[in-house]
């Protein structure tokens, strides 16, 4: 809704006002026009002629000037209304702060009236002036300046809290104009609020960025223009490919870029509480319990916490606390029994329940007011179905109404305009309006009906609503099927896009795998596959089984099922998620094979590449290189068109291609597509070093583990030597290339290994493993696989300086990584866990831990097996290696039958791979290793004519070692 100011009743004043002031000037005249004509004779003509002319004269005169009088009081009263207006329109730009009234669930909104929020500000502080400094810091009010700044972070870790200390400081201590952006005021955010203050320092806050990225960068273009100073802070549960191309816009991106995000972890530190993780939870838990019970009345009940809780973020703890005050109803806890304490290892999910069933008491109160069915199962899911789909209208809310009547209790009988009106008062939205003026100023489009608050309890009550929670274990599965039948299927696009948001965030949620964890630790069968007939809202998996219903249902349109797909995040989409971005990928490639009377040769290109990218996630890697080869046809057919349009989708689909080429052991193929796609980036970073530099890092990272792969150790280190310089210099202007330094520096790393260069390997093996770990302290398990492999490298490299046991720890620290990883995803992280079985065999070896090492290498070579049935143009060879190395643990330990057997199956394997072309130096190391430790096996047995002849096939293979 654009900005609206009515005025047509002013109109009408102004005309009539205009008539009785000339009426009666006219009137005036006449009488003084009479007066003169019945003045006695005695008065001479001319002067009557005077009186009759000065009558007229100045009655026109007189009535001009009057009018005039009220024109300019109209004008100074208009003008201060329009103030008025503005202002009130400013105000209007920001969220609506929910009621607290009785449900208690709001409590916990960090948004809230007045600059105080329930829970005082707990932590955090060094961020809050952080983004103090980041405000205020060179801010002159004459010169015209923007910043950006992201803040990352999970749901419920306190990114808006934060953002609203930051409102309160930067409002009541500088003065500035603060808004934290509703969705739909974006693009006239700016000029509506410069209309209410002109000339003040703005500072707006949007959560949810990762949603509204059009919007967003409507709004940057819009406040790069403005001639003040103005802040933008986005807050997003996730960065990936939404802030990439931000940051790549071509007026705006130089400024997005400038600072670093900040990215929040779960854990928050107190600058008052003890050392260690517990006090630290504990001294939240009693600043809430404190609060929470002086905001209701009641009396403070202690409440010691018998653990950490895992993965624990604010909205947890708060949550907890608040609870804690509930259960007191409003008298003194008894101190002679001691503070509270909650139950070891108690999930969120039945906190948040508990929370819901608080929440539930103010929706029968209100619904017996509003007459209403009062029955819990009917409002938990007309309350779930609005947090869900949400309603942009009275008639759509009402339409939501009579969708959901079918799930009602037999008997129940919604009214769909009483039961709207209720949602509406219960959840207003994000903006008030007010039917009394003509004159009011709307912006944006706030919808009709809000939602549940915090956005996590929302969510939890939607999965809680749809898996049947409240069901009996009889009927849980039939009720969640009808649910998910009626609320998931004929949506709109708009309800599509906002079902779907909800249920990756669900999915995506920390909590969700962090009590899967606890399931398992507390010996719990954990199922690899979600069980489609009845589905357990604790489990990510299962939560994005919801989501796939969903995709399986949507309108296979292009414009719906690209919105979709723009919800998913990328890159690193949770292991949960892959199954429903690979579905929605199969779609987008059906939505163009539907239009049959357009050719989008661009939106077919777009299609196959988004369908070779969750493809070769799931370990499809056939499947996700004939994807990526059409993808890489189409876009240099586009190329050739419009070079300057489409020459960056090819050369990112190039490097895509190289991956899956690289993926399946075509190790030529994938030098040929990753060179031409440095060539690209590299002809182009030349005009636009600033913009490009992190993309050529890339393809020349991966075009040097080409000629790695091919037996090139010189000229991979040379290439990855240009890649690590230019990482290295993004990563002193932003952390956020520090993962990408640690890449380079890993692959480096394993260059020197090859050519014999322990030391140095050594070396490049510890300060990359430094920065994983630092990466991961920062956002656990991201990047997992990655601190595996370092742990792994730097494993080897003290095994090769002789320091066995503490190769041997890393070694152990490695595979409990890959153990969880494979759980999650078997097909993506078995190799990796393969590699780490055989390295813990050889570390075992290198000790004399015969059992365990046997069993480490049985472990790998079962696993690698499977691989290389498979995949044996790249699996093949790590079979080899694995054989080998366990053949030769088998020899040391006397096992000589067993070795004979495995040296044999190695050999055959190393050949045949060495015939087909595999050159890379730690194959050939490998091959040569296993040559010579057979022959001395065999040597030992007698059979030295065979031994001679292995050590003789040894000869061409130190030719190539030494070419290297």
């Known amino acids: 809704m654009n900005v609206t100011e009515a005025g047509s009743g002013g109109l009408k004043g102004r005309s009539g006002r205009r008539l009785w002031v000339y009426g009666i000037a006219s009137t005036l005249a006449v009488i003084v026009g009479i007066a003169a004509a019945i003045l006695p004779e005695s008065v001479p003509t001319w002067v009557r002629q005077i009186m009759v002319a000065g009558a007229v004269v100045g009655g026109v005169i007189g009535a001009t000037l009057l009018e005039r009088w009220f024109t300019l009081h109209d004008r100074h009263q208009e003008a201060a209304d329009r103030e008025a207006h503005d202002r009130l329109a400013s105000q209007q730009l920001g969220v609506r702060p929910p009621g607290d009234d009785d449900a208690l669930g709001r409590l916990l909104s960090p948004v809230r009236d007045g600059d105080e929020q329930i829970v005082r500000f707990v932590g955090r502080e060094d961020v809050l002036q952080q983004l103090i400094d980041w405000c205020i810091d060179g801010y002159d009010p004459a010169k015209r300046s923007l910043r950006v700044q992201l803040v990352t972070g999970s749901g419920g870790v306190g990114k808006t809290r934060l953002a609203h200390e930051l409102q309160t400081a930067m409002r009541t201590s500088h003065g500035w104009e603060c808004r934290n952006l509703r969705t739909g005021v974006e693009a006239e955010a700016m000029q509506v609020l410069r209309r209410g203050h002109p000339g003040a320092p703005v500072l707006f806050i949007v959560d949810y960025a990762e949603n509204r990225s059009d919007a967003v960068s409507e709004l940057l273009r819009q406040a790069n223009s403005d001639p003040g100073a103005v802040r933008v802070l986005l807050l997003a549960r996730r960065g990936g490919l939404w802030w990439s191309d931000l940051c790549q816009q071509p007026d705006v991106g130089a400024v997005v870029g400038r600072y670093d995000p900040i990215e929040l972890s779960a854990r928050v530190v107190p600058h008052d509480a003890d050392d260690g993780h517990l006090a630290e939870q504990q001294r939240i838990v009693d600043v809430a319990v404190q609060d929470f019970a002086t905001f209701l009345g009641k009396s403070p009940a202690p409440l010691t916490l018998p653990e950490v809780v895992p993965g624990a973020r604010m909205l947890d703890l708060l949550s907890i606390a608040l609870i804690q005050v509930l259960l007191v109803e409003g008298h003194a806890p008894d101190t002679a029994s001691g503070p509270r304490r909650p139950h070891a290892g108690v999930s969120m999910h039945v906190v948040f329940d508990e929370l819901l ?34 309603a ?37 939205p994000s903006a008030g309006f007010s039917d009394t003026s003509d004159d009011l100023v709307l912006v944006g489009d706030p919808g009709w009906i809000g939602s549940l608050h915090p956005d996590r309890l929302a969510e939890h009550l939607v999965v809680s609503m749809l898996t049947a929670t409240d069901a009996s ?43 899967d964890k606890s399931s398992r630790k507390h010996g719990q069968q954990s199922r690899s596959k979600p069980d489609t007939d009845r589905l357990d809202p604790r489990r990510g998996d299962d939560v994005a ?49 539907s239009d049959r009377l357009l050719t989008h040769t661009d939106r077919t290109a777009h299609a196959q590449h988004v369908l070779g990218n969750w493809t070769f996630i799931l370990g499809h890697y056939d499947a996700s290189l004939r994807a990526r080869e059409q993808a890489t046809r189409l876009y240099r057919k586009l190329a050739r068109w419009r070079p300057s349009h489409y ?97 380079s520096l890993s692959s480096i790393g394993r260059c020197h290994a090859d050519l014999g260069d322990t030391e140095h390997a050594h070396s490049d093996f510890l ?29 080897t490299s003290y095994g090769l300086l002789g320091l066995a046991e503490t190769g041997l720890a890393l070694h152990e620290e490695a595979h409990g990584i890959w153990l969880r990883l494979s759980a999650r995803n078997p097909v993506r992280f078995e190799p990796g866990l393969a590699r780490s079985l055989t390295n813990l065999g050889i570390a075992h070896a290198d000790l004399d831990h015969v059992e365990k090492s046997a069993q480490a290498h049985g472990a790998a070579i079962a696993i690698y097996r499977g691989l290389a049935r498979r995949y044996p143009n790249r699996r093949e060879q790590n079979l080899a290696w694995s054989l080998g190395s366990s053949a030769t643990s088998l020899a040391r330990c006397g096992l000589d039958d067993l070795a004979r057997e495995r040296f044999a199956e190695a050999l055959e394997l190393h050949r045949r791979r060495y015939e087909a072309g595999t050159r890379s130096a730690l194959f050939v190391t490998a091959y040569r290793s296993t040559l010579d430790s057979y022959a001395a096996l065999l040597a030992r047995a007698g059979r030295y004519d065979m031994a001679r002849e292995l050590r003789e096939e040894t000869e061409p293979l130190d030719q190539s070692l030494a070419d290297l």
């Open 647 to 743: 020459w960056s989708s090819l050369a990112r689909s190039l490097d895509n291609l190289g991956d899956s080429y690289a993926a399946l052991g075509r190790n030529n193929k994938a030098l040929e597509a990753r060179r031409e796609a440095a060539g690209t980036w590299r002809q182009h970073a030349q005009v636009d070093a600033v913009r490009l530099l992190p993309d050529l890092a890339k393809s020349l990272h991966n075009l040097g583990v080409s000629y790695r792969d091919l037996g090139l150790p010189r000229e991979a280190i040379a290439t990855h030597r240009e890649a690590l310089a230019a990482r290295r210099s993004l990563a002193e202007q932003h952390d956020r290339h520090q993962a990408s330094l640690a890449r």
């Open 392 to 428: 942009e209208s009275q008639t759509e809310a009402e339409s939501l109404v009579r969708r959901i009547s079918r799930l009602c209790p037999p008997g129940t009988r919604l009214d769909p305009r009483s039961a709207a009106r209720w949602l509406r008062e219960q959840y207003p």
């Open 473 to 515: 274990d009889t009927t849980r599965t039939l009720v969640s099927a009808e649910r998910r039948a009626v609320l998931l299927r004929g949506l709109s696009e708009r309800q599509a896009i906002r079902a779907m948001i909800v249920l990756t965030r669900a999915a995506s949620d920390p909590s969700r795998s962090q009590d």
């Open 767 to 795: 300060e990359a493993l430094e920065h994983w770990r630092h990466l991961d302290t920062q956002t656990p398990t991201r990047y997992e696989p990655d601190l595996a492999l370092a742990l792994g490298d730097l494993g």
């Open 545 to 593: 089984q919801l989501a796939l219903d969903l995709v399986r249902n949507i309108d296979v349109r292009w414009e719906t099922v690209s919105a979709v797909h723009e919800q998913l995040p990328w890159p690193d989409p949770p292991s949960a998620l892959h199954d429903v971005g690979h579905e929605v990928a199969e779609l987008l490639v059906r939505a163009v094979n």
């Open 357 to 390: 069933r608080h929440e539930a008491r103010s929706w029968t109160r209100s619904a017996h007011e509003a007459g209403i069915p009062t029955d819990g199962q009917t409002l938990r899911i007309l309350v779930a179905a609005a947090c869900l789909l949400g």
